[in-house]
């Protein structure tokens, strides 16, 4: 009785979870703080949740990159797209063949990382809006270079991938790409499909526990519907602190957990 109370509000807790989540990722970010923590509240393996939570949440970023399709900077897609999709698989195999308990051992320092990136995001979103506000000329970017820098920030989004977002628009930043639309949209578009060859990876190994995949998915999507209506009202600098306290207080509980 109390076992199957407990998974009761175990799978209440996914569901919950799943919608602040969807919410999160509409407005700024994030969501896979709570939706992954989720996952393994149920009982799923830590590779398994984290393939699981990858599915589920991918539906959410195309949406995205049809919104913003107009603004991409054709120039740059094909070096862009190989890196996402290079990246993006190898992350999602090396993840696969990572050992469980390593990997669980790994996810608090992963949510402190991923929390100090959404931090870090801040100043650096105003320094490139700053920066495309300003006169500036288009010129292409060297390609190979550009391939290089970017692969290691598709890798991580192929193993675990929260809080990369914005390091993908400061390396095309570095890199000559001076105007917000452009880098917001081939930040999406790179994360995107760096998730998607990952969840084709996930799918074709087996690695996603579809019952959960499915109600996370659909919880997600509409916290997601509801995110983005109110996107637009709600104070960006207070949603990225939502955002870190959130992901810390996570990475917190995982530490004292392991420990």
Known sequence: MISELSMHWRYTWLVIASLIAGVMNAMAGGGSFLSFPAMLAVGVLPIQANATNTVALWPGQLTSVAALRGDLRRDLLPVVLTASVVGGVTGAIV?????????????????????????????????????????????????VPLFFVLLPVCFYI??????????????????????????????????????????????????????????????????????????????????????????????????????
């Open 95 to 143: 993840l696969l063949k990572t050992r469980q308990i390593t990997f669980l051992h790994m996810v608090p320092w992963l949510l402190l990382v991923a929390s100090l990136l959404f931090g870090l995001s801040g100043p650096v979103s105003r320094w490139l809006r700053r920066r495309s506000a300003e006169p500036h000329t288009d010129r292409r970017p060297a390609l």
């Open 158 to 259: 192929g193993y675990f991938g929260a809080g990369a977002g914005f390091l993908i628009m400061t390396a095309l930043a570095l890199f000559g790409v001076e105007e917000m639309n452009a880098l917001n949209s081939l930040k999406v578009l790179a994360a995107c499909t760096s998730n998607f060859v990952a969840v084709l990876t996930f799918i074709a190994t087996g690695a996603v526990m579809w019952r959960y995949c499915l109600i996370s998915m659909v919880f997600a999507g509409a916290g997601g519907y509801v995110g983005a209506h109110y996107s637009r009202k709600m104070n960006p600098n207070m949603l990225r602190a939502v955002v870190v306290i959130t992901g810390c207080a996570m990475a917190a509980y995982f530490f004292w957990r392991n420990g």
